[in-house]
Structures are given as structure tokens and as C-alpha cells.
């Protein structure tokens, strides 16, 4: 199993940047998809963007679409997410999730999570 951890959190006004960073370790095969999601209190765990570990498809939720951009280094092995034009609703938990075999927005099928990482942004 892939162990992640995400970092890069905080608070941000509404336009400002971030950029997330999920370090991520164990045995991480070439058919892993890695994914973004975010909760918001109250709310139920959402779809943010995923990647392919070997591989240039993205995907994007449409809320994000155009603002966010999904990356990664493998020689660091580590996930990326830089979201610009922050929005007050991007306020969140963000995770970061792992799964081998094809691509999925939906987040049971992620079987390794990180500990999540609160972003805030202020009006």
C-alpha cells in the first residue's frame, strides 16, 4: 500500500495561489491513478482532479477546470495540485488518494489516503 502525506495548506484571500504537495511512498506501479479530493464541513468528499502516474491524461472537476492544474514529480514521487484564482467555496480539506487500475472520481475507489491538508480562503 502507498502511504501519502500532504503538505502546502493554509490561508489564502480570494484570487491568491496555493500549491499542495502529497509526498507519497511504498511501491507506487505505473497504472496508479492519483487524485485530489476535498471536504467541506458539512459536505460530502468531492472529486478535485486525478493524473495518471506514468501517463499525461488529467482530469478535472468542472469547478476547478481552468484554476487548478495537477502535476507530479516521479523522481521525488511526490503529487502536486497548484490552484490559482481561489474562490471562498475552494474552502476545504484536501486530500490526496491512490489507486492502481484505471481512472475514477469517485473516491471509495481510492485505496490509500493521506491525512488531509485545510485550505481556506478568505473574502
Known amino acids: 500500500q502507498v502511504q501519502l502525506v500532504e503538505s502546502g495548506g493554509g490561508l489564502v484571500q480570494a484570487g491568491g495561489s496555493l500549491r499542495l504537495s502529497c509526498a507519497a511512498s511504498g511501491r507506487i506501479f505505473s497504472d496508479y491513478y492519483m487524485g485530489w479530493f476535498r471536504q467541506a464541513p458539512g459536505k460530502e468528499r468531492l472529486f478535485v482532479a486525478a493524473i495518471r502516474w506514468s501517463g499525461a491524461v488529467r482530469y478535472y472537476a468542472d469547478s476547478v477546470k481552468g484554476r487548478f492544474t495537477i502535476s507530479r514529480d516521479n523522481a521525488k514521487n511526490t503529487l502536486y495540485l497548484q490552484m490559482n484564482s481561489l474562490k471562498p467555496e475552494d474552502t476545504a480539506v484536501y486530500y490526496c488518494?491512490?489507486?492502481?487500475?484505471?481512472?475514477?472520481?469517485?473516491?471509495?475507489?481510492?485505496?490509500?489516503w493521506g491525512q488531509g491538508t485545510q485550505v481556506t480562503v478568505s473574502s
Open positions: 488518494a491512490a489507486r492502481r487500475g484505471g481512472y475514477s472520481d469517485y473516491g471509495a475507489l481510492y485505496d490509500s
